[in-house]
C-alpha cells in the first residue's frame, strides 16, 4: 500500500499546476511582445512546461521538489528577458518558499514518534 502524500508533495502539485497555466500565458506574452524570437519564446515556454509537468507528477519525491525549485529560479531569471513576468515569478518563488516551509513543518508534526526516529 502506498504512504498518503505529505502536505508538502500537495502544496507542490498545486503550486505547480498553477505555475503551468501562468507559464503558458508567459510565453505567449514573451512571443506577442518579439521579445525574443519566436522558436526560443514558444521552445522554451514548452521545455518549462514540461519540467513543471514532471515537477508536479514526481513531487512526492526529492527529484521532484528539486525541479520545482529549479522552475522558481527560471522564472525569477525571466526578469531579464520580460519583467513581468519575472514580477510573477518572483510572486510564485514566494509562494513556493511559504509552501515548502510550512508543508514541511506540519508533516514534521503530524509524523508519528518512530518515524520521527527512523524506527
Do not use: K, N
Not at 31 to 52: D, E, N, T, W
Not at 61 to 66: A, E, H, Q
Not at 76 to 104: E, R, T
Amino acid at each position: 500500500m502506498r504512504r498518503p502524500r505529505s502536505l508538502t508533495a500537495s502544496l507542490a502539485s498545486i503550486v505547480l499546476a498553477t505555475e503551468f497555466l501562468v507559464v503558458v500565458l508567459a510565453a505567449l506574452v514573451v512571443f506577442g511582445l518579439r521579445a525574443l524570437p519566436a522558436p526560443l519564446a514558444l521552445g522554451g515556454g514548452g521545455a518549462l512546461l514540461v519540467v513543471i509537468a514532471i515537477a508536479a507528477a514526481t513531487a512526492r519525491s526529492r527529484i521532484g521538489i528539486v525541479l520545482g525549485w529549479l522552475v522558481q529560479v527560471v522564472l525569477v531569471a525571466a526578469v531579464v528577458i520580460q519583467p513581468a513576468v519575472g514580477v510573477v515569478g518572483v510572486v510564485f518563488a514566494a509562494l513556493w518558499v511559504y509552501c515548502m516551509i510550512v508543508g514541511g513543518r506540519i508533516d514534521r508534526r503530524a509524523a508519528s514518534p518512530s518515524e520521527r526516529t527512523g524506527a
